[in-house]
Each structure stands twice: as C-alpha cells, then as structure tokens.
C-alpha cells in the first residue's frame, strides 16, 4: 500500500519533517498558504535590499549540522556560514555598550573588567550550562512529549533542582553587574518566557550562546529554508503554494479523510500539520479538537514582534550585525508582555544589519536595517501605533549610536501582529509560539498526536520541543518518528 502523507505549512519544522517522512518511504506533499515557502521564514527583497521576514538568529550550529547529516549532507552542501564577531552588541547607555566576542576567554576577560571575580563565576556557570546542553540535546529534545517518564534518568534526576528554580536566581546568585545580569538573562528570551519564569535548567541557551556563537549563513536565514527545500526536493517531496487549507474532514472511524484546500476536497489519508496549532484545531468540527478556548487561553504566549525592514541610503556606524538596546527597564518592558499586557511605555528593541557583514544584503554604501520590538500578543495593532512606535525607536537608536538616520530612510515596512494572523493564522498574533515556563514543558505542550483523530499529528513551535528553529528542526524529526510508530 502506498503511503501517503499531506503535510499543512512550510515552515522548518514542516520542512524537516517532510525530508524525514519522505527518506522514510511516504509520498510527501507540503501545503503552503502563502506564495512562497519558509513559513515565518521567507523573505523580502525590494530596491536591491534583501530581508529576512523572521528568525535571524543562527545559533546552536550542531542541531543543524545534525540534520544534514541524517541524509548524508551537510551544511556547507547547501550554504555558507560565517562566525559572527562580536556575536552581537548590548547598548545600555549613550557612553556604554558591550560586545560579546567570538572567543570565550575574551568573554570572560570582559566580564571581568565590568565586575571583578565574575569570569570565575562565569565559567563555572557556563560549565553547568554545557551540562545542560548535552543533556538536553542527547536526552531530553528529542523527546516526543508523550510521558513525563520522558525526563527521568541519572542525569536528569540529578539535576532535578534547577527544573524548580529558575534562570534569574541562578544568574543573581554570583553576579551582581546589572548589565552583566541582563546579558545572561537575555537568551532565555529566545524560550519566550522571562527569566523569572524560566527553569535554571535551560540556562543551557548560554551556553549555545558563548560556547558555540552565533553564525550567519551568507545570504541570510532564508538560504537555510533553500537548503532544506532543495534537500526535500530531491527526496521527491511536492511543494504546492498558494494552497490554503480551509477544512479537515474526519470521517465517522475518526480518520482524516480528506483536505478542504481553496475550495476543492483532496483526499488523504495522513496529516501533519506544521501551521498554527490553535488555527489547525479550528479547521476542525468541534467535537473533534483537543484544546478549548479557555485552555488557549490561560496558555502562557511568547510576545509577538514589531517589526521594521528599512533600506538606509548610507552606512550606519557604532552598532554590530545583531544589536541589543537595553537602555531602559527590561522587567517593565516584560511585565507589560506578560504581565499587564499592552503597548510599552519604554520598550526595548533589537537591530540587526546583516549588510555590516554580508555584502548581499544591500547595495554598495547602504545598509539593510531589520528592526524589533518584542509585543504582547493580541493586543491592538494600528499603523498610527506602529508609526509612533518607529519614531520612539529610531530617535533613542540615533541618540544612543550618535548619528543620524532617520533622513536617510529610503523605505521602509512594517509587520505586527494583524500580520502575523493574516499571513500565518498565528494564535493572537504570537510571533514564537508558547513559552517554555515550567508549567508548560515537553509532555506539558500540546500533544503531536491528536488524541480524538487516529491519523492527524502536529509539529512545531506550540508542541514540542519548543520555540525557536533548532527545536523547530528537532520538531520535525520526532513528529516523523511518532509518525512511524503511530502508523506501523
């Protein structure tokens, strides 16, 4: 019998699960919505400036190197990556700013320099991260979720305390610095959740930051989803874009039956979706989904994002590739995402100028300019709001860098969260998906298995393992193995 499979989006996670269920002997056709493949990962070009539209960060290169590999390949088959340094800049002030180098003895010399005794407290913090780290990639990630048994072996019960502290005391523990103590905090945003409410454990995000660096593929993140889509391509994967899935049709042995995609039925008899997670569910009759309104609800989301994509007709100076503006209360700025949700009062934002350090990203003399504001989801989005918002943020980033910028904007465009709705059918907006709290970890997530449909499954970042793309890559790979399992 042939084995058939219709995977819902094009995102990594969708994308690293139809190369799996492909070299795994099933006929793969990926679904896409949109005009272009790459999910919250496409691109944008315009007046010679090329911008990613999402991830920009390239960080723990081992996840994907690891990918590759299970198909023989590698990374460096399909893109080119450069070691970023700095890694990347904080600004905490007009008179101060600290870069964080490539080489991890220069990150302690400058820790050391800020507060005298932290290198030390440093290291050893770093060498439990590194623990972590091995221990969450080999042991834990790659978990499907399903049990909390998943998490119980000698080196996780060893280390069951920090599951129950958190990043913020673990960091404050040693290190008193205030700017030192943001720069640790920092990485855990990339979970999608504050410091306070993150588990100690996953302080291995440091770890992937000073231990392995943060990388960029020449040409940008999108040459990561050209790669996986050439890959797929020639695992014999069907890419159909402009292919919006409005229906699934279950049938009365409670099996998929068929897809309701612009209008026509297709028929089917696997699916996987990679979408939104809450958007599948709605695709649903509501007998047959799994999570209720009130369970979305009291979830804990990820912010979501203003976002900038703006061409300057010039090269902008005192910043780096990836650019971090701590100059105001990064625990206000969190209490009003998670908090007392609403637009912030002081927001903190990140840039990114990916043509400081790849030529291709805009044309000779200008620099491309990709600008962030992380939101509370599901909040009011207006053009007005996001206006006064770019002025708010390009005043602060003209005083703190000392230059001017803003009349040499040659264009720019913005995507909030009504974007995010409109063009990935994202629960309120949300831009990284469910945050990792506690509460809300491995078997905690929604399941990739539905539980009331025998052949539909989920994959990405409101399962698990989480936010982010390595995990998105991880995502795909177990979805494919329960897959298996489920369907032998």
């Known amino acids: 019998m042939t084995k058939n499979i219709h995977i819902i989006g094009s995102g990594f996670s ?8 492909a070299k795994a002997g099933y006929n793969v056709t990926v679904l896409e919505k949109n005009s272009t493949l790459g ?26 190197e690891r990918f590759f590999a299970d198909f ?141 660096g943060t990388w960029h593929p020449r040409g940008g993140m999108y040459k990561v989803i050209e790669g996986m889509v050439t890959l797929a391509k020639t695992l014999g994967v069907d890419f159909k874009t402009e292919s919006n899935v409005e229906k699934i049709v279950v049938d009365a042995k409670k099996n998929v039956s068929a897809l309701i995609v612009n209008g026509e039925k297709i028929e089917t008899n696997l699916v996987l979706s990679g979408a939104d997670y809450h958007h599948t569910e709605q695709l649903l009759d509501i007998d047959y989904r799994q999570y ?19 061409g300057f007709d010039k090269k902008i100076k005192n910043a780096s590739h ?40 805009a044309p000779e003399g200008k620099e491309a300019g990709f600008f962030l504001i992380p939101l509370a989801p599901g909040i009011k989005d207006t053009e007005e709001l996001r206006e006064q918002y770019f002025e708010k943020i ?30 990935y059918n994202s629960y309120k907006g ?16 929604p399941k990739i298995k539905s539980s009331k449909i025998n052949n539909l499954y989920f994959t990405g970042q409101l399962t698990v393992p989480g936010p982010g793309v390595p995990p998105a890559l991880i995502s795909g790979k177990i979805a494919t193995e329960l897959i298996l399992k489920k369907q032998a």
């Not at 129950?164 to 290190?175: A, E, Y």
């Not at 637009?343 to 291709?360: C, E, G, Q, R, V």
Request: net charge positive; with cysteine; proline share 5%.
């Open 14 to 21: 969708a994308l690293s699960a139809s190369c799996y269920l």
């Open 39 to 64: 999910g919250r990962a496409r691109q944008f070009k315009k007046e010679g400036f090329t911008f990613d539209l999402g991830p920009s960060w390239y960080w723990m290169p081992d996840v994907f």
């Open 72 to 212: 023989g390949k590698k990374t460096s088959d399909y893109y080119t990556l450069d070691k970023l340094n700095p890694g990347y800049e904080v600004y905490f002030d007009e008179n101060s700013s600290i870069k964080i180098s490539k080489d991890l003895e220069e990150i302690y010399n400058t820790f050391e320099t800020h507060e005298k005794g932290s290198g030390k407290h440093l290291k050893q913090f770093l060498d439990s991260a590194k623990a972590n780290y091995d221990t969450a990639i080999k042991d834990l990630v790659y978990k499907p979720g399903v049990s909390p048994l998943e998490l119980v072996n000698i080196t996780t019960v060893a280390r069951v305390s920090q599951f129950f502290s958190t990043i913020r005391k673990q960091v404050r523990k040693n290190i008193k610095n205030p700017k030192l103590i943001q720069i640790l905090e920092f990485p855990v945003l990339f979970l999608g959740a504050k410091p306070s409410n993150t588990p100690a454990f996953y302080n291995f995000m440091n770890y992937a930051d000073f231990g392995l």
């Open 292 to 310: 209720s309104a009130s369970y979305w609800d009291k979830k804990t989301f990820a912010p979501s994002s203003l976002l900038f994509y703006v």
């Open 322 to 361: 990836h650019t971090l503006f701590f100059d105001t209360d990064f625990d206000e700025h969190a209490k009003e995402i998670y908090d007392d949700p609403k637009w912030p009062k002081d927001p903190l934002f990140y840039a990114n100028f990916t043509s400081m350090t790849d030529i291709t990203s």
């Open 394 to 423: 390009m005043n602060r980033f003209e005083k703190l860098t000392k230059q001017e910028v803003k009349k040499y904007v040659i264009f720019k465009r913005s995507f909030c969260v009504n974007d995010f709705i409109k063009e």
């Open 430 to 445: 949300n831009a990284y998906g469910m945050a990792n709290t506690l509460m809300q970890t491995a078997f905690l997530r």
